[in-house]
Nanobody
Framework: QVQLVESGGGLVQAGGSLRLSCAASGRTLSTYVMGWFRQAPGKEREFIAR????????YYRDSVKGRFTVSRDNAKNTVYLRMNSLKLDDTAVYYC????????????WGQGTQVTVSS
């Protein structure tokens, strides 16, 4: 099991930026893939991006490509989500999650952090 704690959410104007952090602890993280998800009011939780601890390969949903960047700091066991050019539609609770590298189930989740984009 991996313990995850997000931070960095807040209120930002449209066009602004935020960086979310996800501190991880627990099992050997190199065998995990870390993901970012979000859930807006009245909507289902959706995948945003993922990064592998070992090789750092990344993948993004189309709507955030070019605006969001996922990265990791292996020494700090922390994953980041840098969000630029924020839009009103980016308002949501953002979660980080972990799954085993060759698995399909995101088994471990953080508590979430609220991001609110205002006009």
């Amino acid at each position: 099991q991996v313990q995850l704690v997000e931070s960095g959410g807040g209120l930002v104007q449209a066009g602004g930026s935020l960086r979310l952090s996800c501190a991880a602890s627990g099992r050997t993280l190199s065998t995990y893939v870390m993901g970012w998800f979000r859930q807006a009011p009245g909507k289902e939780r959706e995948f945003i991006a993922r990064i592998s601890w070992a090789g750092g390969s990344t993948y993004y949903r189309d709507s955030v490509k070019g605006r969001f960047t996922v990265s990791r700091d292996n020494a700090k066991n922390t994953v980041y989500l840098r969000m630029n050019s924020l839009k009103l539609d980016d308002t949501a609770v953002y979660y980080c999650a972990a799954r085993i590298k060759d698995g399909t189930v995101w088994a471990d989740w953080g508590q979430g952090t609220q991001v609110t984009v205002s006009s």
